[in-house]
């Protein structure tokens, strides 16, 4: 079955405190995976697409990255306002079609 | 260029009650879709469109209904309101193919009591 885990559920950073975000799947048929930041009541906004092992994209604090199994979400020297929740998705190619499968996501929370 | 956006914000519904979210995007994209936000679960894509005119099952279409006549909306049903389908509502859209990111919406926040 496919399935896609986020980790951690929730993470507290200090401002300036760097850490990474994990999503990993295992799934067949990877088209692409998708990050996208979701504010309190609002939904979610896109951030980045990755589409093969080994590729990286960045925009300002955040760099996306990806692996055969995992990507990974890296938060540079974090502020108080990048405090969201982080979700990743996967596009799968099945018969007939296409699929998105969601995680769960990350909450994150940044103190000042 | 308002984006894609969503009516009501909130509802609230007794058990057998019908009613319809209403989702419009400006963005001329062909790809609509509603999904569903429970609390530790990710998005659960319930119907989606591929063009004015078609709809498709997703995950969980059980118990809801969908239509779009017109490009720009892309309608959701409930017939007969149950306490599971309490629940956030999200529309989105995406161009016209399958990969590019999709556009959301502010979300429609329904409790069926």
């Known amino acids: 079955e496919d399935q896609v885990t986020q980790s951690p559920e929730a993470l507290r950073l200090q401002e300036g405190e760097s850490s990474s975000l994990n999503c990993s799947y295992t799934?067949?048929?990877?088209?692409?995976l998708f990050w996208y930041r979701q504010d309190p009541g609002k939904g979610p906004e896109f951030l980045f697409t990755l589409y093969s092992a080994g590729e990286e994209k960045e925009k300002e604090r955040l760099k996306a990255t990806l692996t055969k199994k995992e990507s990974f979400l890296h938060i540079t020297a974090p502020k108080p306002e990048d405090s969201a929740t982080y979700l990743c998705a996967v596009l799968l190619e099945v018969t007939g079609g296409f699929k998105t499968i969601f995680g769960a996501g990350t909450r994150l929370f940044v103190k000042a | 260029n308002a984006g894609v956006t969503q009516t009501p914000k909130f509802r609230v519904l007794k058990t057998g009650q019908s009613m319809t979210l209403l989702c419009a995007q400006d963005m001329n994209h062909e790809y609509m879709y509603w999904y569903r936000q429970d609390p530790g679960m990710g998005l659960r894509l319930i119907h989606y469109?591929?063009?004015?005119?078609?709809?498709a099952k997703g995950e969980v279409p059980d118990g809801y209904n969908v239509s779009r006549l017109k490009k720009q909306n892309f309608l959701l049903g409930l017939e007969s309101a149950a306490p599971s389908q309490t629940s956030v509502y999200f529309c989105?859209?995406?161009?016209?193919?399958?990969?590019?990111?999709?556009?959301f919406g502010p979300g429609t926040r329904l409790t069926v009591t």
């Open positions: 799934v067949s048929g990877l088209r692409g």
């Open positions: 469109s591929v063009g004015e005119g078609t709809t």
């Open positions: 989105a859209s995406s161009s016209d193919r399958a990969t590019y990111e999709q556009y």
